[in-house]
T-cell receptor, first 115, second 112 residues
């Protein structure tokens, strides 16, 4: 089984600051997804990256997939208290053509943005 | 709202008991996945069904089993429950070609 390591595990910043979360693996993934999870709720899909070197933007969030498709980063510009939550990266493994595959999740980054 | 529904939302039961968790995928999704989330283990993949057939298994205990029915809803059965089975159980569904998965709100299981 492939492993995904996220860093940092915890991040506490002030409103308006920028931050970057990293997701690293020694293995190649066919796709990588970022989720955000609130306490007691299910993870909510933010973005999927598929191509090496791909960059996607979602308002103040910028996602990048490494050239070798082994790592990814999430950058938040001018963080707001509403960004507070658990951010999870997940790589697709064991994909069967047209049938999907399981997700391997990183341990998550707990982000707290203070006003 | 992801479109994935799970029932019940909360479940409290005693050790040794058996429970059934239910999941309805998003309309049109043929794949259903089950995950377990605990504080010390994070989100762990349990099992994947595609159109009624089992496709992949994770570290699912022998006391746990699942199935997907012809109408595509799925049930996760947990038996001989132990204190350590207390966790959040999530169901997700997905479709091709991006392998994205959409998660339900989860069932919080507490074993006392």
């Amino acid at each position: 089984t492939q492993l995904l390591e996220q860093s940092p595990q915890f991040l506490s910043i002030q409103e308006g600051e920028n931050l970057t979360v990293y997701c690293n693996s020694s293995s190649v993934f066919s796709s990588l997804q970022w989720y955000r999870q609130e306490p007691g709720e299910g993870p909510v899909l933010l973005v999927t990256v598929v191509t090496g070197g791909e960059v996607k933007k979602l308002k103040r969030l910028t996602f990048q997939f490494g050239d070798a498709r082994k790592d990814s980063s999430l950058h938040i510009t001018a963080a707001q208290p509403g960004d507070t939550g658990l951010y999870l990266c997940a790589g697709a493994e064991g994909v069967i053509y047209n049938q999907g595959g399981k997700l391997i999740f990183g341990q998550g980054t707990e982000l707290s943005v203070k006003p | 709202d992801s479109g994935v529904t799970q029932t019940p939302k909360h479940l409290i039961t005693a050790t040794g008991q058996r429970v059934t968790l239910r999941c309805s995928p998003r309309s049109g999704d043929l794949s259903v996945y089950w995950y377990q989330q605990s504080l010390d283990q994070g989100l762990q993949f349990l099992i994947h069904y595609y159109n009624g057939e089992e496709r992949a298994k994770g570290n699912i205990l022998e006391r746990f089993s699942a199935q997907q029915f012809p109408d595509l809803h799925s049930e996760l059965n947990l038996s001989s429950l132990e204190l350590g089975d207390s966790a959040l159980y999530f169901c997700a569904s997905g479709r091709q070609p991006t392998y994205e998965q959409y998660f339900g709100p989860g069932t919080r299981l507490t074993v006392t």
